[in-house]
């Protein structure tokens, strides 16, 4: 089955950095829009950043434009979330996942997904 793994989350200082990267196989890279999602300690899960299959598109929320830049390679079927100037309510667990496209509509919404990865944890302390 498709599957979807993170990797690169751990313990840093604020001010930090942190590259989360996500290997996905056994479903066709290029066809699907990746996204990364966090879910902090006693919150909701929410919308982090979003890239299109085709690269044309990156879309963030608020609180990490400027700080955080999603990106993917194609050929290594792997998209990454390089964070910067990380900050404690940074801390969560960060999840990838995969979107059939279907136009880069509504990337911002976890319940329009196909696949999930498990998460790796972030941690940054103050």
């Known amino acids: 089955q498709v599957q979807l793994l993170e990797s690169g989350g751990g313990l840093v200082q604020a001010g930090g950095s942190l590259r989360l990267s996500c290997a996905a196989s056994?479903?066709?890279?290029?066809?699907?829009?990746m996204g990364w999602f966090r879910q902090a300690p006693g919150k909701e899960r929410e919308f982090v950043a979003a890239?299109?299959?085709?690269?044309?598109?990156?879309y963030y929320t608020d609180s990490v434009k400027g700080r955080f830049t999603i990106s993917r390679d194609n050929a290594k079927n792997t998209v990454y979330l390089q964070m910067n100037s990380l900050k404690p309510e940074d801390t969560a667990v960060y999840y990838c996942?995969?979107?059939?496209?279907?136009?880069?509509?509504?990337?911002?919404?976890?319940?329009?997904?196909?696949?999930w990865g498990q998460g790796t944890q972030v941690t940054v302390s103050s």
């Open positions: 996942a995969a979107k059939h496209y279907s136009g880069g509509a509504h990337l911002n919404d976890q319940t329009t997904y196909d696949y």
């Open positions: 056994r479903l066709t890279f290029s066809l699907y829009d």
């Open positions: 890239i299109t299959r085709n690269f044309h598109s990156t």
